[in-house]
């Protein structure tokens, strides 16, 4: 090639990349001018968030399929199938108590990321809604809610965490204000916000009193993190009161409606009920505290064998979570969410349990006032891969925003810094009237 034709192409290049750049330019200009479509907004106000550590498998629970054999390594469900009230919709057997109430649910079957065998990577990414990135601590969808929303009472927290503290739960750059108050045990509340023994009203009186007096002789903070401490300390002292610590006083409900709930996380979802009656924003319920087969919901091998005792325990409590809301008439106010870090494989490992799946799990949300209709989106016949309506974790991040009225095309500020609120996700546009 001679330098003539060489300079030739060159232009041309030239020509081609500035016609480019203007076209680019014009269209952005057109596009910033042009009306922006309304965010669709709906009318929840709190969220129960249900959380099955280990992965809870999509062809098990939500999404069965063809019955398979772990003895002769044949895909398949581990259970039979069984209808419910939506003509089309099946869940597995164990799942008596919801299939009546599936009108009230939409089992998102077609949730996917690309984590396999991280649980620690894929907890962190169903609960900030998107992957690691450089050096930004991402908040938590809770903190991001109790950053936007608030609590709907002056005296409670907007985001609680019934389960073990985790920095995956936490505010990130959103700052402690955001974060969570946390309790393990149902029976009482948490054990911070408890005065020690001997530190009766009066004493406890005084000792406000003194750290008022204190405080008045210090000159006002400017440091961010030291006024985070100190609005931290406030929250703290108005939550030891008898009004929040009522809260926990779960013996004051009637009997029959306590065992319905079921055992330990049936009574945590019965907490949540009463939290959100209080006005707390964001509760996260944890189910992989106390194991009922070994390995909560992560069943490779012989975990298996009890799974059914699980999805039992969390057919009884959601069930009943989703009766009492509705006869208090807050169901469509409270937007219920169950969340896992991935699903399983329709295939059965060499002890006859299961591995893990990223590429296609179910995710469930109840009440909130969507527009329910059993199941949204359809797997291949092993539940394996996504055959229509696929829903990354930032669609769904910003489904639970929409039902809450939170702006999901927003940016957040770590700093200067903008970072969409949910990494672009687009709510299900089907789940709302």
């Known amino acids: 090639m001679d330098n003539r034709t060489s300079k030739s192409n060159l232009g041309v290049n030239r020509r081609q990349f500035l016609a480019a750049s203007a076209a680019t330019a014009m269209a952005a200009s057109v596009a910033q001018g042009s009306p922006q ?3 669709i907004r709906g009318q929840a106000e709190h969220v129960i968030s249900i959380w099955l550590g280990g992965g809870m498998g999509q062809i098990d629970t939500f999404d069965p399929k063809r019955k398979g054999d772990p003895a002769t390594k044949k895909p398949g469900a581990y259970y039979e199938s069984i209808p419910t009230c939506v003509e089309g919709v099946q869940v597995c057997e164990h799942l008596a108590k919801m299939a009546p109430l599936m009108d009230r649910v939409s089992a998102v079957r077609t949730v996917n990321h690309a984590v396999i065998d991280e649980h620690a990577a894929a907890t962190n990414w169903m609960h900030v809604g998107r992957p690691v990135s450089g050096t930004v601590v991402y908040p938590s969808l809770g903190s991001i809610i109790a950053h936007e929303r608030g609590a709907a009472s002056d005296d409670v927290p907007a985001y609680v965490l019934i389960g073990y503290p985790n920095a995956t739960r936490g505010p990130g750059f959103l700052g402690a204000q955001h974060s969570y108050l946390y309790l393990t045990e149902t029976g009482r509340g948490p054990a911070g ?9 009066n004493r406890k009186l005084r000792r406000e009193q003194f750290l008022s ?6 000159p006002e903070a400017r ?3 030291l006024r985070d401490y100190e609005s931290i300390i406030d929250l703290s002292m108005k939550l030891s009161g008898p009004e929040f610590m009522s809260s926990f006083e779960l013996d004051k409900e009637a009997a029959d409606l306590r065992e319905g709930y079921g055992g330990e996380f049936g009574q945590r979802c ?3 009920r009463r939290l959100v009656e209080r006005g707390v924003r ?6 992989n505290l106390n194991f009922l087969n070994g390995a909560g919901w992560d069943v490779h091998n012989g975990g298996i064998l009890q799974q059914h005792k699980l999805i039992q325990e969390l057919d009884t409590a959601v069930s009943s979570l989703i009766l009492d809301l509705e006869a208090r008439k807050m169901l469509d106010k409270t937007l219920i969410v169950i969340t896992t870090e991935f699903g399983r494989p329709p295939e059965f490992d060499s002890g006859g349990g299961r591995g893990h799946q990223g590429s296609a799990f179910t995710c469930v949300l109840a009440g909130g006032g ?3 209709n059993g199941a949204y989106g359809e797997t291949d016949e092993l539940s394996k891969k996504i055959v229509r309506d696929p829903v990354s974790v930032p669609d769904f991040f910003a489904t639970i925003h929409a039902a809450l009225g939170i702006d999901y095309a927003k940016s957040l500020y770590d700093g200067d810094r903008p970072v969409p609120i949910t990494d672009n996700g687009k709510p299900i546009s089907a789940l709302f009237g």
Do not use: T
Request: charged share 25%; aromatic share 4%; proline share 9%.
């Open 37 to 39: 479509a309304e965010p």
């Open 370 to 372: 969507l527009k329910h």
């Open 213 to 218: 007096r204190l405080r008045s002789l210090q």
């Open 282 to 287: 964001f509760i996260e319920v944890s189910h």
């Open 193 to 201: 916000l408890s005065p020690p023994v001997g530190v009766d009203a």
């Open 270 to 272: 019965l907490l949540a």
């Open 223 to 225: 440091d961010g993190r």
